[in-house]
Nanobody, 127 residues
Framework: QVQLVESGGGLVQAGNSLRLSCAAS????????MGWFRQAPGKQREFVAF????????FYADSVKGRFTISRDNAKNTVFLEMNSLKPEDTAVYYC????????????????????WGQGTQVTVSS
């Protein structure tokens, strides 16, 4: 399996932007579909964005559509989450997750669909 390490979190004011990164190691990164999830205090972990192994296909939660962009660089074994127009309700710990999906075409948005998780990075948006 791959190992995942997130970075890029921090404290920002509402309306500003952040870019999260998730570095993968251990296996062939391009064999894995990737997702971003988040968990706010007292709430369940929720889906944010998904990208296929090739980077061609993406899918977003309605709450972030138009503000967040997921992308990947398979040569650098990294997936990104560009977050713009941040809102206080975006405050959460953000996790990247991987699912082995060699040449697959599925779209996955449940925590149960992913087998490997990073440790998370805190994003705090002040009003």
């Amino acid at each position: 399996q791959v190992q995942l390490v997130e970075s890029g979190g921090g404290l920002v004011q509402a309306g500003n932007s952040l870019r999260l990164s998730c570095a993968a190691s251990g296996r062939t990164f391009s064999n894995y579909a990737m997702g971003w999830f988040r968990q706010a205090p007292g709430k369940q972990r929720e889906f944010v964005a998904f990208i296929t192994w090739s980077g061609v296909g993406t899918f977003y939660a309605d709450s972030v559509k138009g503000r967040f962009t997921i992308s990947r660089d398979n040569a650098k074994n990294t997936v990104f989450l560009e977050m713009n127009s941040l809102k206080p309700e975006d405050t959460a710990v953000y996790y990247c997750a991987a699912r082995f999906d060699y040449r697959g075409r599925g779209i996955y948005s449940s925590t149960k669909d992913f087998t490997t998780w990073g440790q998370g990075t805190q994003v705090t948006v002040s009003s």
